[in-house]
């Protein structure tokens, strides 16, 4: 809605919010509106981040390829199997373990329910940061996709800590 500025995120029309509200709070309905698409936006940064930790292993387990082809053949199969993966994760984080938060946020309704809706956006839906999600799921799914690989063999704990 524009209440903060910051740099790069325009404003968003109160009806827009409401709308978006609608749908994450109903099932059955997309988890989209328009251009507002947080799910989307959280699997993009998931399969961004992922990509680039991916692509600069800190070893091999066994031994590293000497193909680059074949680095670029293994490096693409983790990308594909985690692809999946990103789009439930996302969706389980923003909407599925979010719901009743967002059913109250678009229940809000009367004079001045926009600025309620986005005060009770902020105090419950990002209860959790989002980067500190971001790096938890990162973490497991690099543990996940590197054991499988047989790249390494680390806890999600270790992980979390940077410790590869």
């Given at each position: ?32 509106y ?16 992922l ?39 996302a ?10 938060e ?6 809000q ?56």
């Amino acid at each position: 809605m524009g209440l903060d500025y910051k740099p790069g995120v325009s404003k968003e029309h109160w009806k827009r919010i409401w709308a978006l509200s609608r749908r994450l709070s109903t099932p059955g309905l997309g988890d989209e509106y328009d251009n507002l698409k947080p799910v989307a936006d959280l699997r993009k940064q998931l399969q961004d981040r992922l990509y680039v930790l991916l692509q600069n292993p800190l070893r091999w387990d066994p031994a590293e390829p000497t193909d680059d082809a074949h680095k670029q053949q293994v490096f693409d199969g983790l990308a594909n199997a985690l692809s999946a993966k990103t789009l439930d994760l996302a969706t389980r984080r923003v909407r599925a373990e979010r719901m009743p938060e967002w059913q109250s946020a678009f229940n809000q309704s009367g004079r001045g329910s926009s600025y309620a809706r986005v005060d009770h956006w902020r105090a419950h839906l990002r209860a959790s940061s989002l980067s500190q999600t971001l790096d938890e799921e990162l973490a497991t799914a690099r543990c996940e996709a590197c054991i499988a690989s047989g790249l390494a063999r680390r806890s999600p704990e270790r992980s979390a800590r940077g410790a590869w």
